[in-house]
């Protein structure tokens, strides 16, 4: 049957008409918000690359949570911004370590909040890679002690999920087992499992203060154009134990969430990096776009490629978006 008999506009034709028939739908529930805790104290500092996101040190988290828990946000994912750095990454291992403090502290305000770690040591080495140099090598199986240890501490100071993000072969298992043989059974893992050496981390690198001091990711993050690779990469994970799975960065890998959300059973994230969240503020700010119509826009094309969820910096102000929308 087509047109005049089939006439697709009838049915988009009022707006109760539209919500009824929306495929995909973004709540708050979809959202989870990254933040970025620093040393010292009282420090509020708006990061520049990244309007509207803020290093904080631990004492100032309270209000954030508060505005968080406020707007109907779920779960938060913790970075911690170290200026200890070494050749090991040891102090993202330490239990007073900026994360295991923040991890701590954000526990006390907020008992029901989901806390996720961000498991990697590139915010902690002094050559900002994300595992161990040996013989001028990220090498693979060195690197999975300090990273199981890091786990181990997260998990230890109260963390719900930690979330591995260096890229390491075999890491998830490793972190897995160490995990259940210290009584850390219902820590789980969301696994960075499918990211690619992306120029969309600019920002988040000067925010974190974790740029690879030479050379590149690129012998541990995937080369974009593989989506073969990508796929294999999740199931990998999968296979090892992670409880949930990614995609990162989000915007130009649609087609990859899409592939692996046919392949697995498991929930899938996808992440809405600081570069794609910069390139948004930046035009927003000239007047170039309406912020908010473009990023709910965004994140439901995220939720259409297949994400269940999204981790990204517009979380708080999307969920107020959607409550103000809701009536
Ligand atoms: C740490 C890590 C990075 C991001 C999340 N975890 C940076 C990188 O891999 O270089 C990027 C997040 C963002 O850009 O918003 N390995």
Redesign the pocket.
Known sequence: MSFPQRRLRRLRSSKHLRRLLAETTLTVNDLIM?LFIVEGKNVRDEIPAMPGQYHYSIDMLEDIITELLQAGIKAVLI?GASSHKDSHGSTAWSSEGITQLAVKKIRKIAPELIIIT?T?L??YTDHGH?GIIKDNRIHNDDSLEPLCKTALSQAAAGADFIAP???MDGRVAAMRQRLDNAGFDECGIIA?ST?FA?S??????EA?D???QFGD?RSY?MQPGNSREAILESLLDEAEGADMLMV??ALAYLDIISAIRARTLLPLLC???????SMVKAAAQQDWIDEKAVVLETLLGMKRAGADIIIT?HALDAARWLRDASH
């Open positions: 990254p970075f961000d990697c590139c915010a994300c993000s260096d890229m960075y990211k992306s969309f981390y600019g920002p988040f690198r974190a974790s740029s690879p990711r993050q990162k960065p992440y809405n990096v600081s570069g794609e969240y910096y």
